[in-house]
């Protein structure tokens, strides 16, 4: 079992940046592709970013590619994600989540079995 606590939302305003972080417990992260997904109020979630195991390759949504950044350390078993030049359109609900599932697209949350409790991201225009 992963357990994965987020944290490091909060309000902003357009143009600002946050880091957020994803803390792992129980067993090593270092085995899985780890993602960023988010949730809107009234909307579906959707992928926000992906990297793999080692760190070597990262994916991004069209709509965060350029100002959002996907880290890792292994060592640590945490997964960051810097997203700067921030927009009204970024508030939501973020997930960090634990791919179980490598039949599954990166972006597809189902690959994905483990999953934190989210953290609220809200930027003010």
């Known amino acids: 079992q992963v357990q994965l606590v987020e944290s490091g939302g909060g309000l902003v305003q357009s143009g600002d940046s946050l880091r957020l972080s994803c803390a792992a417990s129980?067993?090593?992260?270092?085995?899985?592709?780890m993602g960023w997904f988010r949730q809107a109020p009234g909307k579906e979630r959707e992928f926000v970013a992906a990297i793999s195991a080692s760190g070597g390759s990262s994916y991004y949504a069209d709509s965060v590619k350029g100002r959002f950044n996907i880290s890792r350390d292994n060592a640590q078993n945490v997964v960051y994600l810097q997203m700067n030049s921030l927009k009204p359109e970024d508030t939501a609900v973020y997930y960090c989540?634990?791919?179980?599932?490598?039949?599954?697209?990166?972006?597809?949350?189902?690959?994905?079995?483990?999953w934190g409790q989210g953290t609220q991201v809200t930027v003010s225009s």
């Open positions: 989540a634990a791919r179980g599932n490598p039949w599954r697209s990166y972006a597809d949350s189902r690959a994905y079995a483990y």
């Open positions: 129980g067993r090593t992260i270092s085995t899985y592709t």
